[in-house]
């Protein structure tokens, strides 16, 4: 299904695979230069996705032969760039980043899109399963996947923000761990766990924020390459986003409180470890205090040759120690 570009140079610049498709008969799959005739030709519907591995040589494919605008194209190949949505010649470029779990970890790839009124093409900079499982649907079956260009962009969209519900829901999950875990008092909670969740939460919320402000404004312009039976599809996929931002900073807000409690028990704990240690140098400093009088080495003494000195001097600080914990207690401080 895949076809690559036909010398051995632009092999390693970039992978491109392309489908036209002219109803009634079925989508074809093209090479690069048969999907540079179907762009110009303006019939049909036009998907090519591409894989960039040399930024350079495929900047120079997107704006030499397929005529797109040397902005759009850097945005699409850089990724720096903060997604935003641009009209340029006729073409609408906008971006969105698509996530995948690596070893536990979320890895963000931003997708570049150039839709047209025939086309639409697609530039990554890696491999992107999604894209390839909705390629070969559209070629199979694309009355039912998408009639127009519009319509696999907002497949492609919706696809990439359903993404994010695993990942918003297993940190949803983690932050309620770490709340209950704090509040039982469970002492191997450290402040790294929690710090850990936010920041994965603050990447998640940065990446669907541009997308959500993207289809905000599909939404409120007045786009003729959105046909307005495409809107109503495009606004679900808008309310996706904003629940998992929701998601993301009521998430954060549990772990703000999560993390300010879990540096009041530690405090607690410190305090009433402080507590115990100040009442037991204050008994032992009474005690000092007794055996300090008794231990000097004057030759007169009252107490010098008496055989009931050391009882009574032990008699003395246990005494001594019994009215200092009546008088702790009494003041509430034990």
């Known amino acids: 299904m895949n076809t690559v570009s036909d010398t051995k140079a632009q092999q390693v610049a970039y992978l491109l695979k392309a489908a036209h498709w002219q109803p009634p008969e079925p989508p074809a799959l093209l090479d690069e230069l048969s999907a540079e005739g179907a762009l110009h030709s303006r019939q049909g519907v036009l998907w090519v996705d591409i894989t960039a591995r040399d930024p350079s040589a495929t900047a120079s494919l997107l704006t030499g032969r397929f005529g797109f605008h040397p902005l759009a194209v850097e945005d ?124 994965r939460l603050l990447e998640l919320r940065q990446h669907i924020t541009p997308l959500r402000d993207i289809l905000n404004a599909l939404l409120r312009r007045d786009v003729d390459l959105i046909p307005d039976e495409v809107v109503p599809y495009l606004q679900d996929v808008y309310d996706h986003t904003l629940r998992i931002a929701e998601l993301a900073d009521i998430n954060r807000d549990i772990l703000a409180g999560v993390l300010d ?48 000195g050391y009882p009574f001097a032990g008699a003395m600080m246990v005494l001594v120690a019994l009215i200092e914990l009546y008088i702790f207690r009494r003041k509430g401080w034990i």
């Open 261 to 308: 409690a879990h540096l009041s028990v530690t405090s607690h704990r410190l305090n009433e470890v402080m507590r115990i240690l100040t009442i037991i140098s204050t008994l032992l400093m009474s005690a000092a205090l007794i055996a300090g009088i008794y231990g000097m080495n004057f030759e007169f003494m009252p107490e010098l040759r008496w055989k009931g």
């Open 76 to 199: 699409a190949l850089s990724p720096y760039e903060r997604p935003a949505l641009q009209r340029y010649d006729g073409v609408l470029f906008l971006a969105a980043h698509e996530l995948q779990q690596q070893g536990g970890e979320e890895v963000y790839r931003e997708v570049g899109f150039f839709l047209g009124k025939h086309l639409l093409v697609t530039v990554h900079t890696e491999p992107i399963p999604l894209i390839d499982h909705w390629f070969g649907r559209w070629t199979a079956q694309p009355e039912r996947v998408g009639r127009t260009p519009a319509h696999l962009l907002h497949l492609l969209l919706d696809a990439i923000v359903d993404e994010y519900f695993p990942t918003a829901d297993t940190l949803e999950e983690k932050a309620d761990d770490l709340e209950e875990a704090i509040f039982a008092g469970d002492g191997s909670v450290q402040v790294a766990d929690i710090l850990r969740v936010k920041r």
